[in-house]
Antibody
Framework: QVQLVQSGAEVKKPGSSVKVSCKAS????????ISWVRQAPGQGLEWMGGIIPMFGIPNYAHKFQGRVTISADESTTTAYMELNSLRSEDTAVYYC?????????WGQGTLVTVSS | DIVMTQSPDSLAVSLGERATFNCKSS????????????LAWYQKKPGQPPKLLIY???TRESGVPERFSGSGSGTDFTLTISSLQAEDVAVYYC?????????FGQGTKLEIK
């Protein structure tokens, strides 16, 4: 069973960047994809993008293209999501998930608060 | 992008009664070469990550109670809870993975009547 453990909550200023990590254990990290999904307060689930660590080529939702970078380090079995040019609307809980096309294992979530 | 539209936005059902959620995609998510519908359903409770309930439109995830079932094909899909339990109060989302740009529906909030 795959377990995904995310980094802790962050408070950021508008215009800055945040990098959230997702440490995987169990399974073969490089062979499955990891996606990132966020949920803003009172809003629905929103897919941001994903990566297959073995190939290292990320895939991004149009909305986040140019502002998000998703990466993975096979040596530490950790995936990362970096979001730039933060604004208040980016305040949300960010989740990583194992991407089997559907998302069958999830991290616990990381709250990112963007506030001046 | 494929747009997923769920209905209704909210639903109130009595305990022990049936709850039905609808999900419509802006284009078919049925892949003709394998006859599979690329659609999943999730349950989301406050403070918890989403939980996968159904994938391939009708395959129940391991450990999910049998009262949850999925149906539909092409562009129209349904999630059914056959006999509502108190612990089923949550928001339910559909997700398409036919396109490699995944999209979710806006969610349906389930409450007890």
């Amino acid at each position: 069973q795959v377990q995904l453990v995310q980094s802790g909550a962050e408070v950021k200023k508008p215009g800055s960047s945040v990098k959230v990590s997702c440490k995987a254990s169990g399974g073969t990290f490089s062979s499955y994809a990891i996606s990132w999904v966020r949920q803003a307060p009172g809003q629905g689930l929103e897919w941001m993008g994903g990566i297959i660590p073995m190939f290292g080529i990320p895939n991004y939702a149009h909305k986040f293209q140019g502002r998000v970078t998703i990466s993975a380090d096979e040596s530490t079995t950790t995936a990362y999501m970096e979001l730039n040019s933060l604004r208040s609307e980016d305040t949300a809980v960010y989740y990583c998930a194992r991407d089997s096309r559907y998302f069958d294992n999830w991290g616990q979530g990381t709250l990112v608060t963007v506030s001046s | 992008d494929i747009v997923m539209t769920q209905s209704p936005d909210s639903l109130a059902v009595s305990l022990g009664e049936r709850a039905t959620f609808n999900c419509k995609s802006s284009q078919s998510v049925l892949y003709s070469s394998n006859n599979k519908n690329y659609l999943a359903w999730y349950q989301k409770k406050p403070g918890q990550p989403p939980k996968l309930l159904i994938y391939w439109a009708s395959t129940r995830e391991s450990g999910v109670p049998e009262r949850f079932s999925g149906s539909g094909s092409g562009t129209d899909f349904t999630l059914t809870i056959s006999s509502l339990q108190a612990e089923d109060v949550a928001v339910y989302y559909c997700q398409q993975y036919f396109s490699n740009l995944y999209t979710f529906g806006q969610g349906t909030k389930l409450e007890i009547k």
